[in-house]
């Protein structure tokens, strides 16, 4: 089962911040964030593991309530480049090794 | 240098036809993985494996069929049975570990007319 995105879309002016959430109805492994450009292949954010830590570079970071089952990206100070569609991936429950995405958020980063 | 390689970019294809997509890696990855990207459904889990002559279903993976002979390879036929396989599809690999990042193709979009 897909995990579940929140909002669908942000539209920011840059400079300004946003979250974005990830839920899933089972227990994770791991969660996965990544970032498209359309009609382009996913790139890699960052991955978080069980245990509520928290990991960031430059100014994008996550976090992962293991007991909530959620995860949240934090993006500050938008730039243009960070305009795309953020998708989080669960690998987890009793299906270790099966890479689960959500359905995307659309970020739109204006001047 | 190491990657993971989609072909063709485009495919144009009959109703009724059967398709196959092509995924090559060179990752030495044991894991790859089939998603089809539509818009506002995020990407979907076709079909996975996790090692060779081994693959496991996924959340849509009615219409669809898969082998792994070789570890490098995973190719994906589009068959007669999916009803609407007009999609971008995306295939991915990546080391069995909760701790490291898949690894995406350029992905094939298929057009059926």
């Known amino acids: 089962q897909q995990p579940v995105q929140s909002p669908q879309a942000v539209i920011l002016r840059e400079g300004e911040d946003a979250v974005i959430n990830c839920s899933s109805s089972k227990a994770l492994y791991s969660v996965h964030w990544y970032r498209q450009k359309h009609g382009e292949a996913p790139v890699f954010l960052m991955i978080?593991?069980?245990?509520?830590e928290q990991k960031g570079h430059d100014k994008i970071s996550a976090s992962f309530n293991e007991k909530k089952q959620q995860s949240s990206l934090y993006l500050t100070a938008s730039q243009l480049s960070y305009s795309g569609t953020y998708f989080c991936g669960t690998d987890g429950g009793t299906s270790y090794g099966k890479l689960t995405f959500g359905q995307g958020t659309i970020l739109t980063v204006h001047p | 240098d190491g990657g993971i390689t989609q072909s063709p970019k485009y495919l144009f294809r009959k109703e009724g036809q059967n398709v196959t997509l092509s995924c090559e890696q060179n990752?030495?990855?044991?894991?790859m993985y089939w998603y089809r990207q539509d818009p506002g459904q995020g990407l979907r889990l076709i079909y996975y494996?996790?090692?060779?002559?081994?693959?496991q279903k996924g959340d849509i993976a009615e219409g669809y069929s898969v082998s792994r002979e070789k570890k490098e390879s995973f190719p994906l036929t589009v068959t007669s049975a999916q009803k609407n396989p007009t999609a971008f599809y995306l295939c991915?690999?990546?080391?069995?570990?909760?701790?490291?990042?898949?690894?995406f193709g350029q992905g094939t979009r298929l057009t059926v007319v």
């Open positions: 991915a690999s990546s080391i069995i570990d909760p701790n490291t990042e898949a690894f």
């Open positions: 494996s996790q090692i060779v002559n081994d693959f």
């Open positions: 978080l593991l069980k245990g509520g």
């Open positions: 990752l030495n990855h044991d894991a």
